[in-house]
């Protein structure tokens, strides 16, 4: 049996800094090349033979892996938070690689989920949706502050309805020339924007992949399109959670805690989650009383207590439940008649 390799990786945007060492912990081989296919290419038919790698997960994390993946034993994604350890007096790149090789060579390397190729390029297309809503939601808000700056009077229930808008730059004497081409940029950026917007879902919603996926998790009340499609996509296999808690700490929708002895504190919700899917799934929370009367029950109990923000939490983690259970079972949502928990 040939003896197993083993390559750190210490991943930037134009270099990587590697380190391979046998079982025993004696170097082989460590350096740098260029963050190209083609370098790596190059680099890996000098390889010794079998191996396997591991680097730190980044922004530039997905095609290297793709494109290592192949010809790797096995590969592997470091969690970057749980990295730290890396850290000392003496940090660089040649370091990092290195203890990123011993973390993997010993079994300790703190793995971190990584999604196929096919789920993270439809992911990228739902958080560009993202980003073209924020971008709306800035040009509206533009639109609002030149109106206040010139002191024009406006409806603003309407002022974003096409017809009330063209009649409010026809008639109000208030808005100069100037005042009323910007106002026209900022509209038509925010129409050609939605355009865009409502296209990228529809282009999600009938993908074969996602499709029936997607529709058995719109059986749930208060799931929509984009909360189905964010959960969908930000989660990947949702075996990958053992429990419902987990699920629920991932998303972001639970403290931290903290205990010694027999004190425990509970921090605010934590940084160490899926921002994509807590916003979604938090906004989706606040309108989910209005479709369900299980919900609605829910957040009126969790509000007696006095705290709105914490009933709207109580409310998400119960829609991460439902949204477990649904994916899980591939069948379609139903609560059970005896009691209220859910049956998949």
């Known amino acids: 049996m040939q003896p197993m390799y083993y390559i750190g990786l210490d991943v930037h945007k134009r270099k990587i800094s590697y380190c391979v060492k046998d079982g025993g912990g004696r170097i082989h081989a460590e350096g740098s ?8 290419d190059r680099w890996m038919k000098a390889l010794p033979q079998p191996w396997s790698a591991a680097m730190e997960a980044t922004m530039f994390t997905g095609w290297i892996y793709d494109h290592l993946q192949p010809h790797a034993a096995v590969l592997k994604v470091a969690h970057p938070l749980m990295l730290r350890a890396i850290a000392a007096k003496k940090k660089n790149d040649r370091i990092d690689a290195s203890k990123i090789c ?31 809503v ?9 639109i609002s502050a030149l ?34 081409s910007l106002l ?22 009938r993908d074969s992949l996602l499709v029936e996926r997607v529709e058995r998790l719109m059986t749930i009340p208060a799931v929509g399109p984009i909360t189905a499609l964010t959960w969908a996509l930000e989660v990947g296999d949702v075996q990958r959670f053992s429990s419902i808690k987990k699920a629920i700490s991932y998303c972001g929708l639970c403290g931290a805690e903290k205990s010694s002895g027999n004190t425990v504190q509970r921090t605010p919700l934590s940084k160490q989650r899926n921002k994509h899917l807590q916003t979604t799934l938090i906004e989706a929370a606040k309108m989910a009383p209005r ?49 209220s928990n859910i049956a998949a």
């Open 33 to 40: 090349l260029s963050a190209t296919r083609l370098d790596l």
């Open 102 to 132: 011993d973390c993997l060579r010993c079994d300790f390397l703190p793995e971190s989920y990584m999604a196929s190729a096919a789920i993270r390029e439809r992911r990228r297309t739902l958080r560009y949706r993202n980003l073209l």
């Open 134 to 142: 924020r971008q709306m939601v800035q040009m509206k808000i533009k």
């Open 147 to 180: 109106l206040m700056e010139a002191g024009v009077s406006y409806n603003k229930q309407r002022l974003h309805k096409a017809g009330y808008f063209r009649e409010l730059l026809a008639s109000n004497p208030d808005i100069d020339e100037g005042l009323c």
């Open 184 to 205: 026209r940029l900022c509209r038509e950026t925010v129409v050609r924007l939605g355009k865009t917007e409502s296209a990228l879902v529809r282009s999600l919603e």
């Open 291 to 339: 479709n369900s009367a299980e919900l609605a029950m829910l957040y009126d109990k969790e509000k007696q207590k006095g705290n709105a923000n914490r009933a709207t939490l109580a409310v998400a983690r119960k829609l991460v439940a439902y949204l477990m259970a649904v994916d899980r079972g591939q069948r379609n949502f139903q609560i059970a008649e005896t009691s």
